[in-house]
């Protein structure tokens, strides 16, 4: 049951989700969704200050050498790599409690282009880095790196996770922050405001002034209550 629609406008490309193209969102407080619709970007996670401190060590051994060696890498990683984080839904009321400030906060829906997302798979237990290594091609060894890094403890399904993974350049960082642009690859296609946000149809278009690349038309409607 929709908690109750601001409605829906058109006039920005007029344009429907594309092919190739997958409907995704991300759960963001008032301030910064706001802030992030009238910048045209998104904030790229770092690794390193994920909430699960076990992102990105899917991977485990019995060995210490490997161990330290699985360590190292991640570290490299953490600063050469960061996340776009996105879920299949915005239904969900408890991603809307963890990550939208407690339903005072905004769901940004974007389509993405496909080839771009990762989908997060739930495990319970981790995996053994042999895995990896005895992969019988080059190829096939990359492909079982690149799917320990969208592994995640069976407890995090409730999330329906895709990601897309950006290359940090050191030259784009603004005050240790990283982020990515909208694009015909990230357009922002409708915003869902909490159930317990004070934003309104007023604040979002006061954001969405500027007519950029990227955005092509935008609804407007409460989360629904649950």
């Not at 045209?40 to 210490?64: C, G, H, M, V, Y």
């Not at 990283?178 to 915003?191: C, G, I, M, P, R």
């Not at 909490?194 to 955005?215: P, Q």
């Amino acid at each position: 049951r929709d908690g109750g629609k601001y409605g829906r406008a058109g006039g920005f490309g007029g344009c429907a989700q594309g092919v190739g193209q997958l409907r995704v969102y991300h759960f963001v407080n008032s301030g910064h969704g706001l802030e992030d619709i009238r910048l045209r970007r998104l904030k790229i996670a770092r690794i390193d200050k994920l909430n699960d401190p076990f992102e990105w060590q899917a991977l485990t051994s019995s060995e210490p050498e490997k161990r330290r060696a699985m360590s190292a890498l991640n570290q490299h990683q953490a600063q050469s790599t960061g996340i776009l984080c996105f879920s299949r839904d915005w239904k969900n009321p408890v991603k809307w409690s963890h990550y939208a400030d407690h339903h005072q906060g905004l769901c940004l829906g974007f389509d993405v282009a496909d080839h771009l997302l990762g989908e997060v798979r739930y495990v319970d237990k981790r995996l053994d880095v042999d895995w990896v290594l005895a992969a019988p091609t080059a190829s096939e060894g990359n492909d079982r790196m690149r799917e320990s890094l969208v592994t995640k403890f069976r407890h995090w399904r409730y999330e329906k996770e895709m990601r897309v993974f950006v290359k940090l350049d050191p030259k784009a960082e603004i005050d240790g922050l990283y982020f990515a642009d909208f694009t015909d690859q990230l357009s922002l296609a409708e915003v869902i405001v909490g159930a317990r946000s004070l934003v309104n149809r007023s604040d979002l278009a006061d954001a969405l002034e500027r007519d950029d690349v990227g955005v092509n038309r935008w609804g407007i409607h409460k989360a629904v209550e649950v």
